[in-house]
């Protein structure tokens, strides 16, 4: 997955270059928010409902992510717009706040009304998945952007969404 992203990177930089076109590299961390029917949160949100006595999660809960909301996200990516230059810079749009697997996981339980102690760890991670992406907040930061979405808020939207999907 890095792997890929970083080649589209020096892809982009190489057309920058070349052609003299302005492009910005946003890279993003953890992006969460209505909406996305993906990943931990909608896995969680959709074990809770079928079975909140008891939950099962792969890892340790205790990787390391920087979870951004989708309503900063957007902010971001406009806030990096105009660095767009042949020189490429590079924007990491994130929080440089690492939370815990296990402490999103809680605060998803909490939000669903559900004890955390129902939630527990396989203690096996996936292949490939790295234990900590946290962003380094660097030209973004500098910028004095400010993340306005609380992590606490975010998941109780996230969660409060998912409830009032119509499902089947």
């Known amino acids: 997955y890095g792997a890929h992203k970083y080649a589209m990177e020096i892809m982009c930089r190489g057309w920058a270059s070349s052609f003299g076109m302005p492009v910005v590299a946003v890279r993003l961390f953890s992006v969460y928010g209505p909406g996305l029917a993906k990943q931990l949160l ?3 949100c959709g074990k809770l409902a079928a079975n909140p006595d008891s939950v099962m999660l792969g890892g340790t809960g205790e990787e390391l992510r920087d979870w951004t909301h989708v309503d900063d996200v957007v902010r971001a990516l406009a806030m990096a717009a105009p660095l ?11 929080t440089g706040q690492p939370a815990s697997v296990r402490r999103i996981a809680t605060e998803v339980a909490k939000a ?4 955390a102690a129902s939630l527990t760890f396989s203690g096996e991670g996936r292949p490939g998945d790295p234990f900590s992406l946290v962003a380094e907040p660097g030209l973004l930061g500098a910028s004095g952007f400010v993340w ?11 969660v409060g969404w998912f409830k009032a999907l119509e499902r089947p």
Not at 84 to 92: D, E, L, R
Request: net charge negative; hydrophobic share 50%; glycine share 10%.
């Open 84 to 94: 767009a230059s042949p020189a490429m810079p590079v924007v990491n749009a994130g």
């Open 112 to 115: 669903f009304d559900r004890d």
């Open 42 to 44: 909608w896995d969680l």
């Open 148 to 158: 306005n979405v609380e992590l606490v808020d975010g998941i109780a939207g996230y």
